[in-house]
């Protein structure tokens, strides 16, 4: 069920959105928060409970990411701009798909 944006986040919110092998940790995303897909900007559009249109990024410079000893987790990480456009309690519903291609290149050892 959706519920008025407004509430919790504000309509025309500035956010960042990025795929990488690490969780976010601050507003700005960077480093391994954004070593697989770009970190992208976009504002909410629509009042209330309307949705946002959709969003494309493209893929950040081809990054090896060794997975043989821990496997190598993926992240669809998200940042506001400003601690005003969104209170503590704020939620947001993505939806979409998300096509990766990737190679195996064995084991070595």
Same mark, same amino acid.
């Given at each position: !069920? $959706? ?9 025309? =919110?500035? #956010?960042?959105?990025? /795929? ?12 391994? !928060?954004? %070593?697989? $897909? ?5 504002? $909410?559009?629509? +009042? ?8 494309? =990024?493209?893929? @950040? +410079?081809?990054?090896? #990411?060794?997975?043989? +000893? ?5 992240? /669809?990480? #998200?940042?506001? +701009? ?10 947001? =519903?993505?939806?979409?798909? @998300?096509? #990766? $291609? ?5 084991? %070595? %050892?």
């Amino acid at each position: !069920m $959706l519920t008025t944006r407004a509430s919790t986040i504000n309509d025309s =919110a500035a #956010l960042t959105w990025s /795929l990488g092998s690490a969780v976010a940790s601050s507003a700005t995303l960077a480093g391994t !928060m954004v %070593n697989v $897909l770009a970190s992208t900007g976009r504002t $909410l559009d629509g +009042a209330g409970a309307a949705l946002s249109t959709a969003s494309i =990024a493209d893929v @950040a +410079a081809a990054v090896t #990411l060794d997975g043989t +000893a821990t496997p190598v987790d993926l992240y /669809l990480n #998200l940042a506001f +701009a400003t601690g005003t456009d969104i209170d503590a309690d704020g939620t947001l =519903a993505v939806t979409g798909t @998300a096509t #990766l $291609l990737w190679e195996n290149w064995g084991d %070595n %050892n």
